[in-house]
């Protein structure tokens, strides 16, 4: 059963957690503004695919997640699911730059970065198998007997929700019950394809029922309601009342990656109400219910933006790998050395 959330009472909202969803947005924003930047100056190798329009989204989530507890496995645009989690700047800079200082050690493509030791997946190209990926942590967690408290969650895109990797492990994390939460953010675009050439349901949330999940569905540029929506869904996943599929209406405010200008997206949707930024609605609805001042969400940019120059500061003096003096086996035997 799909539910929709409230757009007027939000008393059931923790101050202190809507405030660190929406300075995770602020910091996500600045963050991946630099990153543009870099690209477009020639200074990154490799796509920049940026989150703006999908803040909201992908902060609420990653805010109801802990490193060394759950599971994440955010996709190209949950920069701010990453920050809210607890994300380092410096993880992002250092990646995107290739510092050998950096999580993957300037070895991987810049947006496969991650900690899955702590819990944060690195994004996987393939998309769809994200899900299958996170549920078998789960089910591994179980298996040693560490999963009670944990939650798992996977990001996907409407586009990804036609994958047959999809299909296949949302059945098996249905059929295990397992405590994870799939958002799919549904922004209308699959790159450059419209949604109504991808699926023939009114809503993707109404594919709930028969996979057997709870099902959620939100209006992804309310500030307030994602926070509610999201909260409600990892708790209850965290309370072993089985996978949650939750999915956010939205539109991507920039083109698939920085290298596509999205001149495909009529202007008129460009215009709809799902073209607003998540950004501004979040800033007019913390003032109106009071969870901060008009100042505070300016020092709040102020310091991102400080905190931001100085990772990307860092990176920059940071040196490449060198492949002449590392090892870079994936995998190797003692027996096979020379």
């Given at each position: ?71 994440f496995a955010p996709l190209i645009r949950d920069q701010a699911g990453r920050t809210a989690m607890g994300e380092d700047p410096l993880d992002a800079t250092r990646t995107y730059l290739g ?23 690195a994004m996987i190209s393939h998309l769809g198998a994200s899900v299958s990926m996170v549920g078998g942590a789960l089910l591994a967690r179980r298996i040693q007997g560490k999963l009670e408290g944990c939650v798992g969650a996977a990001c996907i895109g409407d586009g990804g929700t036609s994958t ?175």
């Amino acid at each position: 059963m799909t539910e929709e959330a409230s757009k007027k009472d939000y008393s059931q909202l923790d101050r202190d957690h809507v405030r660190k969803v929406y300075k995770a947005m602020v910091k996500a924003r600045v963050l991946e503004t630099k990153l543009s930047s870099l690209y477009k100056a020639g200074k990154i190798v490799g796509g920049v695919y940026l989150g703006k329009g999908q803040e909201a989204v992908s902060a609420s989530l990653g805010a109801c997640l802990e490193f060394n507890r759950d599971i994440f496995a955010p996709l190209i645009r949950d920069q701010a699911g990453r920050t809210a989690m607890g994300e380092d700047p410096l993880d992002a800079t250092r990646t995107y730059l290739g510092s050998a200082e950096g999580p993957m050690r300037g070895r991987d493509g810049n947006i496969h970065r991650g900690r899955p030791k702590e819990g944060m997946f690195a994004m996987i190209s393939h998309l769809g198998a994200s899900v299958s990926m996170v549920g078998g942590a789960l089910l591994a967690r179980r298996i040693q007997g560490k999963l009670e408290g944990c939650v798992g969650a996977a990001c996907i895109g409407d586009g990804g929700t036609s994958t047959g990797a999809f299909h296949e492990g949302l059945n098996m994390v249905a059929v295990e019950k397992l405590p994870m939460v799939v958002v799919i953010a549904d922004n209308q675009f699959a790159y450059s394809t419209p949604t109504n050439r991808q699926y023939a349901c009114e809503d993707l949330a109404d594919r709930a029922k028969g996979y057997g999940v709870a099902g959620h569905t939100v209006d992804g540029t309310d500030f307030l309601a994602t926070c509610a929506v999201m909260q409600g869904a990892v708790d209850a996943a965290r309370r072993g009342e089985g996978p949650q599929l939750v999915v956010a209406k939205l539109l991507r405010l920039s083109g698939h990656g920085e290298h596509d200008d999205g001149s495909y997206v009529p202007q008129q949707v460009r215009e709809s109400h799902f073209g607003q930024d998540c950004l501004d609605v979040g800033r007019a609805q913390l003032t109106e219910y009071g969870m901060a001042t008009e100042e505070e969400i300016d020092t709040w940019w102020k310091e991102s933006a400080e905190e931001v120059q100085a990772a990307t500061a860092t990176a920059q003096r940071e040196s490449a790998p060198n492949p002449y003096t590392e090892e870079w086996s994936a995998y190797s035997c003692p027996q096979f050395k020379a």
